[in-house]
């Protein structure tokens, strides 16, 4: 990192808060959102959702609770109908002046619970989304009921068990395979893995998306979980009150979030107090380039937790105050030091959390040396 004496500027100049494109990942359309608006009463849910999504990519919706991620799943579905705006499948509007109804859109639903029915055997659940003029005669269901469920990773011995004799991860993978069973053209996920544990939803989580991939089916899948939306998908798309405030790849809406609330919700950020002149932002962290600056002046920058590294030696420096301990890293939380108030090297004094493999490294009072890998991110000021 290179370290730089600031110089005067004059007054900042800030642009209005930077809200990222709203793209589509290809230009092969399946599915396509316009200006969606739905109220509840009077409470307005959506605000105007315009989404595009590229035949078989995936596509992760996350946001805060309450934010009407699953609104705009139903809505996808065909459960309710937009107030304004229109939804169109493969060029075909669904939605909007036209209505095509939820059962004759080849779109496939799993819900949280996964919903399977009770009274049914594993083989009736999944037989239930045949199409019954193709498959006639038990064989012929039989032999597919156990294709889908191969394409879930179990097998023939599951047919006649009910869903309370099995796990969730497995009531899951049934759902799935229900799901499939119609050969939809759009798959929509709402929180489908929350209620498995950790290990069991990774795992769920990979089955699921590698057979939604070899069936090349457009997906959409609603999470809380920001990893798991950064790892499945090709494409996220971030909801906040109603709007979508940012889609991008996965990478791009980590590493470059549109706004302070984006980077914030995606993962850990360290923001600071800083001020930017051309392209390096000077900070208590130093002069720490920036891609793309928004503004000039009074900004604040934005470095994910793991761009902050412990070095053999630095000008920068700061007191470990206390560490968390997570197994393969520690959270180590470090007081910068306070300096004269300088109106071009903003802050002092601020309280960060890194991230550091070898917990013997942090040890409380210990002073570190620190310096920064790679680009920060600036927001205009408050
Ligand atoms: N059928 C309905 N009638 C009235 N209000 C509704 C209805 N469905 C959703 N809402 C309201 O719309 C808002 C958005 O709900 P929605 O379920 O879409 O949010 P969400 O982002 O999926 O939340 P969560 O992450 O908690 O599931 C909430 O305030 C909810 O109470």
Known sequence: MTEQTPTPLGEARLPEPRIAPQIALTADHHLDIEGVTKNFGHQQVLKGINLSVGRGATTAI??????????????????????????????REVAGETWVPAHKRNIGYVAQDGALFPHLSVGQNVAFGLDRDR?????????????????????????????????????????????????????LLDEPFSALDAGLRVATRRAIGKVLHDAQVTTILVTHDQAEALSFADQVAVM??????QIGNPFVVYTRPADRATAEFLGDAVILDAWLEGSLAMCSLG?????RPPAQGRVQIMLRP??????????????????????????????????????????GGEVIT?????????????????????????????
């Open 354 to 382: 890194i991230r550091h493999w070898n917990a013997a490294m942090a040890r409380a009072g210990m002073d570190l040396a620190l310096k920064v890998i790679g680009e920060g991110v600036a927001f205009p000021a408050d």
């Open 306 to 347: 793991e761009q902050i590294r412990i070095a053999e030696e630095s000008r920068i420096h700061g007191t470990v105050l206390d560490w968390d301990y997570f197994g393969p890293e520690s959270s180590v939380r470090i007081k910068l030091p306070e300096r004269p108030a300088d109106p071009r090297v903003p802050g």
């Open 62 to 91: 996350v946001g805060p609770s309450g934010s009407g991620k699953t609104t705009l799943l139903r809505l996808i579905a065909g459960f309710e109908r937009p107030d304004t705006g229109r939804i169109l499948m493969d060029g």
């Open 135 to 187: 498959f006639r005669g038990r064989k012929a269901v039989t032999e597919r009921v156990v294709d889908l469920l191969d394409m879930v990773a179990l097998d023939g011995s599951y047919l006649k068990r009910r869903p309370h004799e099995l796990s969730g991860g497995q009531q899951q993978r049934i759902a799935l395979a229900r799901a499939m069973a119609c050969e939809p053209d759009v798959m």
């Open 287 to 291: 002069a720490v380039p920036v891609r």
């Open 240 to 245: 906040r009150g109603g709007k979508l405030a």
